[in-house]
């Protein structure tokens, strides 16, 4: 286990969470096993009563899930200290999907008559989770913009049932950024649990526990598993305590597991996962630097441009601007459509983090439904592309944006 802060990064991706294999695999197998056996009834008792380690039942976990949960919770903690300077310890819960990790998190912190306080442009499902599932339980979301401290201090003292601060940054498309330092103390400071779904920059780039936050949120589904094989969510915490109280209690009776096989596909993804960022990230800024000079571009979305209104954020806060990008065509809808049917190389996908560049048109796709007055409010114009860029060589994908923009 290399849980020593001697080891880099890079190395942790690779060896992070390996347990050694008792039929000495050099992999940790996919433990396609619902249940598992007890030597005796006096060993079940204390597995059952938390003095002995052992699995139990495939929905609490197993070997292979244990794996991935061990290698991000040590990717997100890496470098990290706790308040007495130890090496900071997270737990993390590896989940069905991101939306399951997120749910996880709001149920096992809010009940009826709470209330969380977030910023506009979350990710679309984790605003129609706050929508359209919350209310019936009586859970409310505050939405403020997160740039204006002042204002998001004056409505959390206005409104004492307000109990946790949800952060997301970058958020899609616009790339906009939250500063984390700021508002997680301000957040702190008023007694709130404070959360950050760190899925667009992942631990290479940002370390939300640098700051005063209790739990991070991720999908795995895009950077971290980076192959685009499988769905998968984690929720990670501090507070060890709750989360093997609670947060375990709420993720089992959820029913919100993981399972081996797709464990085994993010762990797989995982190894890598230092490598594909940093080609990931070099390709992007370049990438960038074309668009801004293209006639066809009016205007790019990416945080490593000065122009861009979070550029002091995201340059203090993360290690690079990242993958993801977005861009306006000067053409509007039909330039869009123009644009995407002519790529031959860049995949035309949602979703984000795989090894191919994937690109999309939110106007024509995932907000054709969104009422345009509304749309145009966040930032998806009607002939905005978005970006997640891929770790192919950067000429290829220059010369394929360079034939579909002409
Ligand atoms: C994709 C995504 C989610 C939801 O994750 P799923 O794995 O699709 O459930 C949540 N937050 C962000 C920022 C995402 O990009």
Redesign the pocket.
């Known amino acids: 286990m290399v849980t020593d802060p001697k080891f880099g990064f890079d190395t942790v991706c690779v060896h992070g969470g390996h347990h050694e294999e008792g039929h000495r695999a050099h992999l940790t197998p996919v433990y396609a096993s619902s249940t598992y056996t007890f030597d005796s009834a006096e060993q079940a008792a204390a597995i059952f009563r938390g003095e002995e380690k052992g699995y139990v039942y495939g929905r609490f976990g197993n070997p292979t899930i244990n794996e991935a949960e061990e290698k991000i919770a040590l990717l997100e903690a890496y470098g990290l200290a706790d308040a007495s300077g130890n090496p900071l310890q997270l737990k993390a819960i590896l989940h069905a999907?991101?939306?399951?990790a997120?749910t996880t998190m709001l149920l096992s912190n809010l009940k009826a008559g709470d209330k969380l306080i977030t910023h506009p442009s979350l990710?679309g499902?984790?605003q129609e989770l706050l929508d359209k599932v919350l209310p019936a339980l009586n859970i409310e979301a505050v939405i403020v913009d997160f740039h204006d401290k002042e204002t998001v201090a004056k409505s959390i003292l206005a409104d004492t049932s307000i109990r946790l601060m949800y952060i997301?940054t970058p958020a899609?498309p616009t790339l906009r950024c939250i500063d984390m330092e700021a508002l997680a103390a301000l957040g702190k400071a008023h007694g709130l649990i404070v959360c950050a779904?760190n899925?667009?920059a992942t631990p290479f780039l940002q370390q939300p526990f640098r700051y005063d936050v209790d739990y991070v949120?991720h999908?795995?589904?895009?950077f971290l598993n980076g192959h685009g094989t499988a769905?998968?969510?984690v929720l990670i915490g501090r507070d060890l305590q709750k989360m093997n109280s609670t947060v375990t209690k709420t993720h089992r009776l959820l029913g919100a597991n993981s399972n081996a096989f797709e464990a085994f596909l993010l762990t797989n993804g995982l190894r890598t996962f230092s490598l594909r960022m940093q080609q990931h990230c070099s390709n992007a800024t370049m990438v960038a630097e074309y668009l801004v000079q293209h006639t066809a571009v009016a205007q790019v979305n990416y945080l490593g441009l000065n122009e861009h209104p979070d550029f002091d954020i995201a340059k203090r806060q993360m290690k690079h601007p990242g993958a993801m990008m977005s861009f306006e065509l000067k053409g509007g809808y039909e330039a869009g459509v123009r644009f995407i049917n002519k790529l031959k190389l860049c995949t035309h996908a949602v979703?984000?983090g795989t090894c191919d560049t994937l690109i999309s048109h939110p106007a024509s796709t995932t907000h054709a439904g969104v009422a345009r007055e509304h749309r145009l409010l966040s930032g998806i114009t009607d002939g905005l592309i978005r970006l997640s860029v891929g770790i192919e060589n950067v000429s290829d994908i220059l010369a394929d944006l360079e034939q579909a923009l002409a």
Not at 97 to 100: D, E, Q, V
Not at 219 to 222: E, F, H, L
Request: proline share 0%.
């Open positions: 999907s991101g939306m399951a997120i990710y499902g984790t997301e899609n779904d899925t667009f949120m999908s795995t589904t895009k769905v998968g969510g979703s984000l």
